[in-house]
């Protein structure tokens, strides 16, 4: 059976970066999978050529694919575009429209690289945690919106932070499991103590554990602690599971942790139809699109291909093509191969094609 990827590569770093993974798809192909690949623009590049962030056709497209491989978005280029035009807008509408609730981000700091933290390395080694994040409610969406001007003169600007029962339940459950394959242990943040959402969904991610998942361990932390635990004693965690907003801030928090954004992947995911066994899903790096170092060939590629990876695992259940490529991945930093964002002296830095081509190799010699 064929399996349709979209990648869309974006702006900045994304088409470098997905160039590499797309080498990637190739040695997966050459080796009997079957991936057939169809590309669009998206962001600041749709808006070039088609005069919005994300056409219809390319909407399309992302719909019927298996899996979505998204590059960044976004750039100064496009600051002053109208608001609904800018280059995010497209990213919000593909996890909207392809019902992408639940967003897997983990925060892994591999061993080779745990002096490059802004933490002491006891702090981070061994850290994995994974930041489950309600991705389609919350503050992001919520309505009414908007800026008006007022009788006065004065201008207000309004967001609205909603979430019902089914939204948090989806999520907490999403958290819940994974839990069970890894460390079974689930920490909830929110405000209960400010927020009516925060006490909602205090309340329905207890409720959940009571009548499902009483085999896991669960924690309530308000997220400001959470913030400050995170940097004090990280380990603590195994599954974070968070609403929006909380998951986009505490997420940046926790990659950084790891001492190198440029090597975390991402996985949004819908919900599995009964019938079809169907799931929507997006995968990206989380960098982001990384104008200043755009078009030079020196960004790092890795978080790009361990979204593949992360593509691998969930979307095909191809667990063990996708151990294979963390370990290719594991070897070429042991080995002492970096990337600039991640260069420590005394090892040998590498260009985004030339790290690329080193995780190639590395895969003939494990596959060997
Ligand atoms: C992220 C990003 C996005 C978000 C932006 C680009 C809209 O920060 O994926 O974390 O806020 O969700
Ligand atoms: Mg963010």
């Known amino acids: ?40 623009f998206v962001g600041g590049a749709a808006f070039d050529v088609h005069g919005t962030p994300v056409t219809e056709a390319a909407m399309k497209k992302a719909l019927e694919a298996d899996a979505v491989l998204f590059g960044a978005v976004g ?18 509408r593909l996890r909207k429209d392809l019902g992408l609730f639940a967003n897997l981000r983990p925060a892994i700091c591999f061993d080779a690289l745990k002096d490059s933290s802004a ?6 080694s061994g850290l994995d945690i994974m930041i489950v994040r309600e991705l389609t409610g919350g503050v992001y969406f919520g309505e009414p919106r908007g800026i008006t001007t007022l009788a006065d003169g004065e201008r207000r600007a309004v ?43 205090k309340e329905e991610v207890t409720h959940v554990h009571a009548t499902e998942f009483k085999d896991v361990e669960l924690t309530h932390i308000l997220a400001d602690n959470c913030a400050m635990q995170l940097v004090r004693n990280p380990k603590q965690f195994d599954v974070i599971v968070t609403d929006n907003l909380f998951g986009d801030v505490l997420s940046d928090e926790a990659a950084m942790l790891t001492g190198s954004i440029g090597m975390l992947p991402s996985a949004s995911l819908g919900n599995r139809d009964a019938k079809t066994g169907k799931q929507r899903a997006l995968y990206e790096p989380i960098h982001g699109s990384a104008p200043d170092i755009a078009g030079k060939g020196v960004a790092n590629p890795l978080a790009a291909i361990l979204s593949f990876a992360m593509c691998l695992r969930y979307s095909f259940a191809m667990a063990q093509e996708a151990d294979l490529l963390e370990r290719a991945i594991a070897q070429i930093l042991d ?13 040998s830095e590498l260009g985004t094609a030339a790290m690329g081509a080193k995780v190639l190799g590395a895969l003939d010699k494990l596959h060997a």
Do not use: C
């Open 75 to 92: 750039g100064p280029k496009w600051a002053g575009v109208p608001y609904d035009m800018r280059p995010e807008a497209a990213l919000l």
């Open 1 to 40: 059976m064929a399996f349709r990827l979209l990648l869309l590569p974006g702006d900045g770093i994304g088409p470098e970066v997905i160039a590499e993974v797309e080498r990637i798809i190739a040695w997966f192909n050459a080796e009997g999978a079957r991936f057939e690949i169809e590309r669009d």
């Open 159 to 201: 967001d609205t932070q909603v979430y019902t029962t089914g939204e948090i339940r989806r999520i907490a459950r999403v958290a819940f499991e994974l839990a069970r394959k890894r460390r079974n242990k689930v920490a909830s943040a929110e405000k209960h103590n400010v927020m009516h959402s925060g006490l909602l969904w």
């Open 119 to 124: 933490l002491k390395p006891e702090v981070v």
């Open 335 to 347: 080995d002492g191969y970096r990337t600039r964002d991640v260069m420590q002296a005394g090892r």
